[in-house]
């Protein structure tokens, strides 16, 4: 993101309570904690993004537990599996995450879960599995995007579910049938910004203010006023994060 641009998205969000911006490699961990330090509202969280898992090393893992030790970090991840854009590193998506689980757990931090196929749904399968063998204390499965395996094993886990500006197209009505499942108390809303902005944004850069619109949309789905859905992802994102 441009400095400009960057500059508009804090002014955007300044009446948000809080954010948290999420670390994906070694530079992206440092720029969000950066962010964390200047601003009291934004908090960070620190981790290897599944595409990013071949950088795993002695030496990252010692970053990533120094990190993850700031008081400004909430969080652990994103990490994950992505068989969308790097199948073929597998096994080393595995080692990054079992030690990111590992480092959460030690922390009492959340871990925060990417999860994504290209052709089926063989990372969602596997992320099930993954999570009723590991059974995560606190958990957030991010930007979700319904599928029925995942719902089932994040509900019986008491994990939370992340909603992003996916759940406000027109065609995914499935998306929006498992949001209405999930308890009020485990929901979330996100932007994964700059990507899957709204409904009225698609195709422009996604930033933290247009949270507002997933908000609303989740909001009519569980027959719940704006005001009211907010101040329940107040308190989920509290519980979850600790801000």
């Known amino acids: 993101m441009a400095p400009e641009e960057a500059q508009a998205a804090l002014e955007a969000a300044k ?3 809080a954010i948290l911006t999420i670390g ?6 440092r720029q969000a904690l950066a962010l964390a330090e200047a601003h009291p509202h934004i908090w960070a969280s620190v981790g290897l993004h599944p595409t990013e898992a071949r950088l795993l090393s002695p030496e990252l893992e010692a970053d990533l537990a120094y990190l993850a030790q700031h008081p400004r970090v909430r969080a652990v991840g994103e990490s994950g599996l992505d068989y969308y854009w790097t199948p073929e590193t597998r096994t080393a ?13 030690r922390l009492n931090r959340p871990l925060i879960l ?18 009723r063998h590991n059974r995560p204390a606190r958990f957030v499965l991010h930007a979700f995007a319904g599928h029925p395996g995942l719902l089932a094993a994040g509900l019986e886990l008491g994990g939370y579910f992340g909603l992003a500006g996916p759940l406000t197209y027109k065609k995914n009505q499935a998306l929006r049938e498992a949001a209405r499942q999930i308890p009020l108390d485990r929901l979330l809303v996100e932007t994964d910004a700059p990507f899957l902005p709204p409904e009225p944004f698609r195709g422009q850069r996604n930033h933290p203010a247009l949270v507002r619109f997933t908000l609303a949309r989740l909001a009519e789905l569980h027959g719940l006023g704006l005001e009211e859905m907010e101040r329940i992802t107040d308190q989920n994102a509290q519980a979850c994060f600790g801000f």
């Open 24 to 29: 994906t490699n070694p530079l992206r961990n």
């Open 114 to 131: 990417h999860v994504r196929s290209k052709e089926g749904d063989q990372a969602e399968q596997e992320m099930a599995q993954w999570l």
């Open 15 to 17: 009446g948000f309570r």
């Open 93 to 105: 998506q595995y080692r990054a995450l079992d030690f990111q689980h590992a480092l959460a757990h």
